[in-house]
């Protein structure tokens, strides 16, 4: 596992997956934000099976679901494709956007 850090993380989420992409081009990403350490392991694994069920999308976004599937947690897998086109946002485009322009 590679860790990233964002020093400019206050000018917004989608900033952290700017250096996350830049750090490991071409690669699948996972975003977990530090404040929220109680992750457990089980829900990494948990992820990792999911993602490489549905074929690894390029494109892709998969992350823990709340609420029935109307509210989405972290951590977040992004797919490589995913990952660079939310690079070239501005910083602090909402983190809807980039799943929005997910397949």
């Given amino acids: 596992m590679d860790v990233a850090h964002n020093p400019d993380w206050a000018q917004g989420r989608t900033g952290s997956v700017a ?3 830049a750090a490991r081009p071409g690669m699948d990403l996972v975003v977990a934000p530090i404040d929220a350490p109680l992750v457990p392991g ?3 694994e948990a992820l ?3 993602w490489k069920a ?3 999308p390029l494109a892709g976004w ?3 679901a709340t609420d029935g599937g109307s509210r989405y947690g972290h ?3 992004l797919g490589r494709e995913l990952a660079r086109s939310a690079a070239a946002l501005p910083p602090d485009t909402p983190q809807r956007h980039v799943r929005g322009g997910a397949d």
């Fill in 19 to 21: 250096v996350g992409a």
């Fill in 42 to 44: 089980e829900v990494f």
């Fill in 48 to 50: 990792e099976r999911e």
């Fill in 54 to 56: 549905r074929g690894a």
């Fill in 62 to 64: 998969l992350a823990p």
């Fill in 75 to 77: 951590p977040v897998v």
